[in-house]
């Protein structure tokens, strides 16, 4: 299966593809996981959003913020697959290239997430470290999980 991914600044996105993510953002974050928050959180001028498509179809999202809007650091969140993708566990694959665009975009500083706890052992697998102690978000159990800045060397 062909992953293609597609980076764009919020005033990039053309109307329908905007339509696309929120309409998947909220049909993810707010209807399936039943939280009743506003979605639209007003980090997305500040964000870079991460598409990745197959055969054309939205299958999955991410967003990158930069450093000083969410955390210190750049952060990646608002990570999620379109329910009918899920059998084929893009989540990976979606989250190695958001890291990999993170660290050249901003080489040196981390990445910070605000992780569902469920998910914390497939961040470590990413290279997370958990950094605090579980918080409830939204009615769902968190933790911030922080990505070491690579080495230089």
């Not at 053309?14 to 979605?39: G, M």
């Amino acid at each position: 299966m062909d992953l293609d991914f597609k980076w764009n600044r919020l005033e990039s996105f053309t109307a329908l593809e905007l339509y696309e993510v929120i309409s998947a953002r909220e049909s993810v974050f707010v209807v399936e996981q039943k939280c009743a928050y506003l979605e639209a959180d007003g980090l997305d001028p500040y964000a870079w959003h991460l598409s990745v498509r197959v055969e054309g179809e939205l299958a999955g999202y991410a967003r990158v913020v930069g450093p000083g809007h969410k955390f210190a650091e750049p952060s990646i969140g608002r990570v999620m697959t379109v329910g009918t993708f899920r059998r084929f566990k893009i989540g990976r694959a979606l989250m190695t290239e958001a890291i990999a665009f993170t660290e050249r975009t901003f080489p040196g500083t981390g990445i910070q997430i605000g992780a569902q706890a469920h998910l914390q052992e497939f961040y470590q697998s990413l290279g997370f470290q958990s950094d605090g102690d579980v918080y409830e978000e939204d009615g769902i159990p968190h933790v911030d999980m922080v990505k070491p800045a690579q080495s230089s060397i």
